[in-house]
């Protein structure tokens, strides 16, 4: 199992890119709980030389059971299968645009609405009008840094890391 070091966190965060998307989707799935090979199928197989990439690079580490974890790495499989998550109810259902996006408007109206509701208009309608993966990507990562403002980088990292969850594979590996 793959996990996320400081480094790759740091990655995620907007204002920090310096890798491409592809890697950056590979950081976003490395949770731990997706098994390496399944990860290095990403990418039409490419997903390999990537993770060996990012592996070298210090972005990724290997979590083996006898490893001890930081506080400041991803949560042992044990604490986000039980019950709520700290980011929200657990999902159950299947990988799909259509989650993601319930998942985004949600979020939306929870974070923003109380605060500035103009703010969660302008998500609710650009949600609306994201009809391809790419536009709803764009819209979620615009999404994110402003949870990142509002709620501080590590509810943002959550976010990032389950909105990952909720899309399906090819979106990710089609990211540009």
Do not use: C, N, W
């Not at 996990?3 to 490395?30: D, M, N």
């Not at 991803?74 to 989650?99: D, I, K, M, W, Y």
């Amino acid at each position: 199992m793959l996990i996320k070091t400081e480094k790759g966190r740091l990655e995620l965060r907007p204002g920090h890119r310096s890798l491409g998307q592809r890697e950056r989707a590979l950081l976003l799935v490395a949770d731990g709980q997706q098994s390496e090979s399944k990860m290095a199928e990403l990418f039409q197989g490419d997903g390999r030389r990537l993770i060996d990439q990012l592996l070298a690079q210090g972005y990724l580490q290997r979590r083996t059971p006898a490893s001890s974890q930081s506080p400041a790495l991803e949560p042992p499989p044990p604490a986000r299968a039980q019950g709520p998550s700290a980011h929200g109810e657990q999902f159950a259902g299947t990988r799909s645009l259509a989650s993601a996006r319930m998942f985004l408007f949600d979020l939306s109206e929870r974070l923003f609405a109380p605060r500035d509701k103009a703010l969660a208009h302008r998500y609710r309608d650009a949600l609306r009008e994201a009809r391809d993966p790419q536009a709803m990507l764009a819209v979620g990562r615009a999404l994110i840094a402003d949870v990142e403002a509002l709620a501080g980088s590590e509810r943002a990292d959550g976010i990032s890391e389950r909105l990952a969850k909720l899309l399906p594979a090819h979106v990710l590996e089609s990211s540009p």
